[in-house]
């Protein structure tokens, strides 16, 4: 074969490879516990949200998936492959929460997708940098940049200043509703190039705090009752003495949960009522949901008019999950499913299966790197994430005994945590230490760390509210040195600098 003819084979198999590759909507809601979805049997029996039910019916529920403490981290991990103790140069500085990072170290994988001949967007909230990454690593971006405008940061649900392709403007409306508005203009082909796959992002800020509903949604769950959690008072014996400091709620004089009263920093913006009752505040909580669930299903619609819905990867999550209550709690960042633990769910018509459920969680550099195999493409540096075509050819194997690896290191990235903090430093995210996290099969381990701490281990099948502390007893000493010992094993493979500095835990 010469040399023309074997430019032609290769300018033919790129071509088919090329027109094989799936668009791909990648739908991320805020601060969203798992039990919000009606399609999770965890969830109160009146939440009711019938669209992604039926995205669950079209393709693959995970039980547990674990992206990341909080907002910022989980983001960065979804632009970078890596997790948080991995992502060079990002770093908060300024106003918060104002954060910068230099994109020569700290590259986001679209960037790559763009260059392979996928057109790139992301529509709604930004919250990794002030650089955006418009026109590097976005072909269009209507993004609301909250590091870029500290002032308006707290503006979740309205008058908004949003960036279009690097212009700033104020909009009216609910920011649901327009997300949901501006990802469909960009399905049916305005602002993209309809010659090339495509990549959207579409990052709502529902349900995080203020937790507003959309005006037709309030008051809709008003009158049900949210199940209690068993431990909502305390106390917490078996678990790491700083989840007394965040204790939330308080019995009233009709035994029942109130939100107590405290001190709001001004960069909270989880400002739910100080005295508001537990029933109320899940009931807010779940009407904040029913825009998504509706801009969910007119997302799916279209796809549907437009012909692309057989060849559109995609993808339900949030950033984290957020307690409702769960160990006292009323926040995230703390390594409780209920506080970090995201609801996910992926569709491919035709690539995997529909209608079934995995038990076996994965995190963002393993979602990162699913993305880039489906579009074909190879990034130059190292993720951290695992290729889990099996476990989406085969959601129900048994037969899968790779751990999962999260961290949690207060507002730091890559090496400014090669080194311990002081006290302050380890407690700079609602008050909740830096910890590690692994899942392997049922059984979750968390190291706290913090000198003369307790570790914890759950048997998340027989207990999964995490209210049984199995580190404790010594019945169990050798599954916990097991767990402790493949956590090692997994900061390694992930290049954590820190390993060597870690406190030494409490001896059972």
């Not at 960009?186 to 995080?208: F, M, S, V």
């Not at 819905?309 to 999950?321: H, K, R």
């Not at 529909?354 to 963002?364: D, E, L, R, T």
């Not at 190292?382 to 989406?392: A, E, H, N, Q, V």
Request: hydrophobic content about 35%; proline content about 7%.
């Amino acid at each position: 074969m010469n040399k023309h003819a074997l430019w032609l084979v290769l300018l033919l198999a790129s071509s088919v490879a090329a027109e094989d590759r799936p668009n791909i909507l990648f739908i991320f809601s805020d601060d969203q516990n798992y039990k919000t979805l009606s399609c999770y049997p965890e969830s109160p029996e009146w939440v009711h949200t019938p669209n992604i039910d039926a995205l669950a019916r079209q393709g693959i529920r995970f039980e547990r998936t674990y992206f990341g403490a909080w907002c910022m981290p989980s983001r960065a991990s979804f632009l970078t492959g890596r997790l948080q103790h991995g992502i060079q140069t990002m770093r908060m500085e300024g106003q918060y929460p104002a954060s910068v990072y230099d994109p020569q170290q700290c590259r986001f994988w679209p960037a790559e997708l763009r260059n392979s001949g996928y057109h790139t967007a992301q529509i709604g909230k930004w919250h990794t940098g002030i650089d955006t990454g418009n026109g590097r690593d976005w072909d269009h971006q209507i993004v609301w940049n909250r590091p870029g405008h500290p002032e308006n940061a707290g503006n979740y649900f309205y008058d908004q200043i949003m960036t279009f392709n690097g212009v700033d403007r104020k909009v009216d409306g609910y920011s649901t509703d327009n997300y949901t508005n501006w990802a469909i203009d960009y399905i049916k082909g305005q602002n993209r190039d309809e010659t090339k796959p495509w990549y959207l992002w579409l990052c709502y800020g529902a349900i995080h705090g203020p937790t507003t509903p959309a005006d037709r949604h309030e008051g809709k769950l008003a009158g049900n009752t949210a199940p209690v959690p068993e431990d909502i008072f305390g106390p917490w014996p078996n678990k790491p003495a700083y989840l007394a400091n965040l204790n939330a709620w308080q019995e009233g004089p009709d035994g029942k949960p109130y939100r107590r009263s405290k001190k709001v920093a001004k960069s909270n913006f989880n400002t739910n009522t100080a005295g508001q009752g537990y029933d109320d505040w899940v009931q807010q909580y779940n009407e904040c949901e029913m825009a998504i669930d509706e801009g969910v299903g007119r997302l799916i619609q279209t796809l549907r008019e437009t012909g692309q819905l057989e060849n559109t990867l995609i993808v339900y999550a949030a950033d984290q999950g957020f307690a409702l209550g769960q160990h006292g709690m009323n926040n995230k960042v703390a390594p409780y499913d209920a506080a970090i633990a995201s609801p996910m769910i992926i569709s491919h018509a035709g690539k995997i299966p529909a209608g079934k459920v995995c038990s076996h969680p994965i995190n963002a550099p393993d979602l990162v790197r699913h993305f880039c195999k489906a579009a074909n493409v190879d990034l130059p540096w190292r993720t951290d994430g695992r290729d889990i075509s099996r476990l989406l050819a085969d959601p129900e194997t048994d037969d899968w005994i790779q751990p999962m690896l999260m961290t949690h290191t207060g507002r730091r990235y890559g090496s400014d945590t090669d080194q311990m903090p002081d006290e302050t430093g380890m407690y700079e995210v609602g008050g909740i230490p830096w910890y590690v996290l692994l899942r392997d099969g049922r059984y979750k381990y968390i190291r706290t760390m913090v000198a003369g701490e307790m570790e914890e281990v759950y048997d998340l099948h027989a207990d999964p509210e995490e209210l049984n502390n199995l580190a404790l007893l010594p019945e169990h000493r050798t599954l916990l040195i097991s767990l402790r010992e493949k956590a090692i094993e997994e900061l390694h493979r992930t290049d954590a600098k820190f390993v060597p500095h870690l406190p030494a835990p409490r001896t059972p």
